[in-house]
């Protein structure tokens, strides 16, 4: 098994331009999550999903938007990209114990994201 | 809402020295604890981990006990390695019913080991 995989590895961005930051994962997991890591902030959740079609906003959503249309894949899109979101971005999937309760959560490697 | 305050660092210690990192956290009911271990240009990686009271999770030669009285998880290790050198986080998530909210994390502890 891979696990969790991002890509990019890294990406430069200017200001105003979009992107999209792929993440995957080959366990079966129906919990999806994305996170940012700021110096000093540790992790925070940007958005998450409990299964295919179902997606919410975490901590700090504004500026991203995500989507989930196979288990496997949760890409998370910048629509316009401001240096405020120069950060490092976590992929994140989990497993059900039952009754929506979930344990603990599988990482990605990361991307590193520079706005310019 | 849940929360998490680790002390955050730099720790410096010398190789073969007696590690703590506290940690203690805000929650209503019982929460499972996490400690993860973020080493340089990686993704962070689960150390060990706590679901109830009193559970003492390990791994690695590093352990944590799960506290309700005092709500903490303190991380120790007995002798340190250079190779032990990394960030290390505390983390919850919420007690049964929830977990969708993902995890709550603390700031981060940067540990540096010198030979």
Known sequence: ????????????????QSM???CAQDMNHEYMS???????????LIHYSVGAGITDQGEVPNGYNVSRSTTEDFPLRLLSAAPSQTSVYFCASSYSLGQG????QFFGPGTRLTVL | GNSVTQMEGPVTLSEEAFLTINCTYTATGYPSLFWYVQYPGEGLQLLLK???ADDKGSNKGFEA??????????LEKGSVQVSDSAVYFCALTPPSGGGADGL??????HLIIQP
Do not use: I
């Not at chain 1, 098994?1 to 105003?16: D, I, R, Y």
């Not at chain 2, 709550?104 to 502890?109: A, M, P, R, W």
């Open chain 1, 1 to 16: 098994n891979a696990g969790v995989t991002q890509t990019p590895k890294f990406q430069v961005l200017k200001t105003g």
């Open chain 1, 20 to 22: 999209t930051l792929q």
């Open chain 1, 34 to 44: 994305w996170y940012r890591q700021d110096p000093g902030m540790g992790l925070r």
């Open chain 1, 101 to 104: 309760v979930y344990n603990e």
């Open chain 2, 50 to 52: 706590a679901t109830k």
């Open chain 2, 65 to 74: 006990t799960y506290r309700k009285e005092t709500t903490s998880f303190h």
């Open chain 2, 104 to 109: 709550t994390f603390g700031k981060g502890t």
